[in-house]
């Protein structure tokens, strides 16, 4: 009977066992986003952006808020991060990674974030982590997040720099953008590919070489900038 | 047991009450007033946070060359603002766009900045501190700053339990003195809580009736504001071509509409409008009766000529005077923390 019991109790150590490590495995799973230009990886591992096309045009930052991160069972809201947001830096290889503490017991079909930061935080004053205004992504001026920063070089625009800071949450001025992205559970890592030709098209042809304000050409531009992400695997 | 359970009861009792008289000591919206607008349960007021924002407030350090700080345009005894010019001047003596706003009754205020372009007071300091022309530095480099002086990391620590310096906690310490200043001591006040032995004179209530009748809509009792904005007529200035609201709105319905200001301590605070074009209270009467510009955007309230006379006028500024509050103003809870600065300059 006693022996009888001791095998019980080592069978069920085992698949416990069993079951917690997997368990675990199963948490540590990660979005990676990966910076590209026409498909090739903007930044290095030291976050150093090399000119892009000779000495004529180059990607030196690209930062944005990636919030309300959740996982989907088809329509349905199956994992939700805890963190309000993540400022993801390009030269800051270690926040193109973002860890989702737990969703490796869930099963999922997409990825949904937003890009930017929601009205409802805009207007709650001063908060702290990626949010505070110390991280450089808070206009002065008047108040409001930059939902992403893109800016560089290129020779077409006056002084040779660009600067995009897309933001504005008010009204019609709203840039937040919903990002859906298929994925597939099994992998420990989701890498989610930032393609920046599009949206940098007007700027290489020196059009649209300055946007500081919330207005029509930031909200326009973030329509775009959403369709940037894209899944690599 | 029932002498025990009686002192249990009395010592709850009197920590309770202790409890309450120190909450009460920090912030105390006065009687009669509306609940404040700010969410004090996202940034509870506490004397540590409170003397930490007070001694940023007048400390030259957040600005690029040490020598501007928030009171340099905003002083106690005018109703932290400044009266020996109209326009606000910052580092290397650069001269500014607007008059700097007076200072008081923050936790009932709404959007900020003359244009509303500020929509919280946490994070009204970054304005001043980011603008050329006034201390033209940064956030981060004012953080830098105070992590590396004798005076903050321990200010930080007794305000948030460690010397770490974030933006976060420097703006909401900045909040938390900001929110202390207020005013509310007047004679009109007094007046009004039927305080013993205080009364209007004859022209002082004749000319709160005028007051009601002509300015009450915009200038709302008690705070003497509705926090809006609205476009008094002023013709623009055409060196400054200042539109305003809608700078930051955008809309064609906001040309000129500049925030409507409390006129608590208004004896005190001129020049007057956002430009600090009146000198005298007098001027700014004389505006509302016979100098307003007619234009489609002219704010409704006033479409209907206002009609004073000589002596109407005058007993209009007899009222405005009663709110004056000479408390407010010597206050030495809002003033310069000397004691903080002098014995850094010991150590």
Same mark, same amino acid.
């Given at each position: 009977m006693?022996?009888?019991?001791? =095998?019980?109790i080592?069978?069920?150590?085992s698949v416990?066992?069993?079951l917690?490590?997997g368990?675990?495995?199963?948490?540590?799973?990660? +979005?990676?986003?990966?910076?590209?230009y026409?498909g090739?990886?903007?930044f290095?591992?030291s976050?150093t952006?090399?000119?892009v096309?000779?000495?004529t045009?180059?990607?030196? /930052?690209i930062r944005?808020?990636c919030?309300?991160?959740?996982?989907?069972n088809?329509?349905?809201?199956?994992w !939700?991060?805890?963190?309000?947001?993540h400022? #993801?830096d390009?030269g800051?290889?270690g926040?193109? !990674?973002?860890? $989702?503490?737990?969703a490796?017991?869930?099963y999922?079909t997409?990825?949904r974030?937003?890009l930017?930061?929601?009205s409802?935080t805009?207007v709650s004053g001063?908060?702290?982590?990626?949010?505070?205004? *110390?991280?450089?992504?808070y206009?002065?001026?008047q108040?409001?997040?930059?939902?992403?920063?893109i800016?560089?070089?290129?020779?077409?625009c006056?002084?040779?720099?660009?600067?995009?800071?897309?933001?504005?949450?008010?009204?019609e001025?709203?840039?937040?953008?919903?990002?859906? =992205?298929?994925m597939?559970?099994?992998?420990r890592?989701?890498?989610?590919?930032?393609?920046?030709?599009?949206?940098?098209?007007? #700027?290489?042809?020196?059009?649209?070489?300055?946007?500081?304000?919330p207005?029509?050409?930031?909200?326009?531009?973030?329509?775009?900038?959403a369709?940037?992400?894209?899944?690599?695997? | 047991?029932?002498?025990?359970?009686? #002192?249990?009861? $009395?010592?709850?009792?009197?920590?309770?009450?202790?409890?309450?008289?120190k909450?009460?000591?920090?912030?105390?919206?006065?009687d009669g007033?509306?609940?404040?607008?700010?969410n004090?349960?996202?940034n509870r007021?506490t004397n540590?946070?409170?003397?930490?924002?007070r001694?940023?407030?007048?400390d030259?350090?957040?600005? *690029?060359?040490?020598? =501007?700080?928030?009171?340099s345009c905003?002083?106690?005894?005018t109703?932290f603002? !400044?009266?020996?010019h109209?326009?606000?001047?910052?580092i290397y003596?650069?001269i500014?766009?607007r008059?700097?706003? *007076?200072?008081?009754?923050?936790?009932?205020?709404?959007?900020?900045?003359?244009?509303?372009a500020?929509?919280h007071?946490?994070?009204q300091?970054?304005?001043?501190i980011a603008n050329?022309?006034?201390m033209?530095?940064?956030?981060?480099?004012?953080l =830098?700053?105070l992590k590396?002086s004798?005076?903050y990391p321990s200010l930080?620590?007794n305000a948030f339990?460690?010397?770490t310096?974030?933006?976060?906690?420097?703006?909401?310490?900045?909040s938390?003195?900001?929110l202390?200043i207020?005013?509310?001591?007047?004679?009109?006040?007094r007046?009004?809580?039927?305080?013993r032995?205080?009364?209007?004179? /004859?022209?002082?209530?004749?000319?709160?009736?005028?007051?009601r009748?002509?300015?009450?809509?915009?200038?709302?009792?008690p705070l003497?504001?509705t926090s809006?904005?609205?476009?008094?007529?002023?013709?623009?200035?055409?060196l400054?071509r200042d /539109?305003?609201r809608?700078?930051i709105?955008?809309?064609?319905?906001?040309?000129?509409?500049?925030?409507?200001?409390s006129?608590r301590n208004v004896?005190f605070?001129y020049?007057?409008?956002?430009d600090g074009?009146?000198?005298?209270?007098?001027?700014? +009467?004389?505006?509302y009766?016979s100098?307003?510009?007619?234009?489609?955007v002219?704010s /409704?309230?006033?479409?209907?000529?206002?009609v004073?006379s000589?002596?109407?006028?005058v007993d209009?500024?007899?009222f405005?005077?009663?709110?004056?509050?000479?408390?407010?103003?010597?206050?030495?809870?809002?003033?310069?923390p000397r004691?903080?600065?002098?014995?850094?300059?010991?150590?």
């Amino acid at each position: 009977m006693s022996r009888a019991i001791l =095998i019980l109790i080592g069978l069920f150590a085992s698949v416990s066992s069993t079951l917690y490590a997997g368990d675990k495995k199963g948490q540590s799973i990660a +979005i990676v986003f990966r910076p590209l230009y026409n498909g090739k990886e903007i930044f290095d591992t030291s976050g150093t952006s090399p000119l892009v096309s000779g000495d004529t045009f180059s990607i030196d /930052q690209i930062r944005f808020y990636c919030s309300d991160l959740c996982l989907l069972n088809g329509e349905d809201v199956v994992w !939700h991060d805890k963190e309000k947001s993540h400022l #993801v830096d390009a030269g800051n290889s270690g926040t193109l !990674h973002v860890n $989702l503490p737990g969703a490796g017991r869930k099963y999922f079909t997409s990825v949904r974030f937003n890009l930017g930061i929601d009205s409802t935080t805009n207007v709650s004053g001063v908060l702290g982590g990626d949010l505070d205004p *110390a991280k450089g992504m808070y206009w002065t001026w008047q108040s409001g997040y930059i939902n992403l920063k893109i800016e560089g070089i290129c020779s077409k625009c006056d002084g040779r720099k660009y600067r995009l800071h897309l933001g504005g949450y008010a009204g019609e001025n709203a840039t937040i953008q919903s990002v859906s =992205i298929p994925m597939l559970p099994g992998d420990r890592e989701f890498v989610i590919g930032i393609e920046t030709s599009e949206i940098l098209h007007s #700027v290489r042809d020196g059009y649209t070489c300055s946007i500081m304000i919330p207005g029509k050409q930031a909200v326009e531009l973030s329509a775009l900038a959403a369709k940037m992400f894209m899944p690599l695997k | 047991m029932r002498k025990w359970l009686l #002192v249990f009861l $009395l010592t709850g009792a009197a920590a309770g009450l202790s409890f309450t008289r120190k909450k009460a000591a920090l912030f105390r919206v006065p009687d009669g007033w509306p609940a404040p607008t700010y969410n004090f349960a996202n940034n509870r007021l506490t004397n540590e946070g409170i003397l930490l924002g007070r001694a940023l407030f007048y400390d030259p350090i957040l600005s *690029a060359d040490s020598t =501007i700080s928030c009171a340099s345009c905003h002083l106690q005894y005018t109703a932290f603002t !400044h009266v020996d010019h109209n326009l606000s001047h910052g580092i290397y003596g650069r001269i500014g766009t607007r008059n700097s706003p *007076a200072i008081s009754n923050l936790a009932w205020s709404g959007l900020l900045m003359w244009d509303g372009a500020v929509n919280h007071l946490d994070v009204q300091p970054l304005a001043p501190i980011a603008n050329r022309d006034e201390m033209d530095f940064s956030l981060d480099s004012s953080l =830098i700053r105070l992590k590396r002086s004798a005076l903050y990391p321990s200010l930080f620590r007794n305000a948030f339990g460690d010397t770490t310096i974030t933006g976060e906690r420097f703006l909401r310490s900045l909040s938390q003195f900001m929110l202390t200043i207020v005013s509310s001591n007047s004679k009109y006040d007094r007046v009004m809580r039927h305080e013993r032995g205080i009364e209007f004179s /004859q022209q002082e209530q004749n000319g709160l009736k005028l007051f009601r009748q002509h300015c009450e809509t915009c200038h709302k009792e008690p705070l003497f504001t509705t926090s809006g904005f609205a476009n008094n007529g002023l013709p623009v200035d055409t060196l400054l071509r200042d /539109q305003g609201r809608m700078r930051i709105t955008g809309k064609p319905s906001d040309p000129l509409h500049f925030k409507i200001p409390s006129l608590r301590n208004v004896e005190f605070s001129y020049p007057y409008m956002h430009d600090g074009r009146f000198e005298r209270l007098q001027q700014v +009467i004389d505006h509302y009766t016979s100098g307003i510009r007619h234009s489609d955007v002219l704010s /409704q309230e006033l479409r209907e000529p206002i009609v004073l006379s000589a002596n109407e006028k005058v007993d209009m500024i007899a009222f405005l005077l009663t709110l004056t509050d000479k408390a407010f103003l010597y206050d030495t809870s809002f003033s310069y923390p000397r004691f903080l600065f002098i014995r850094q300059t010991k150590e």
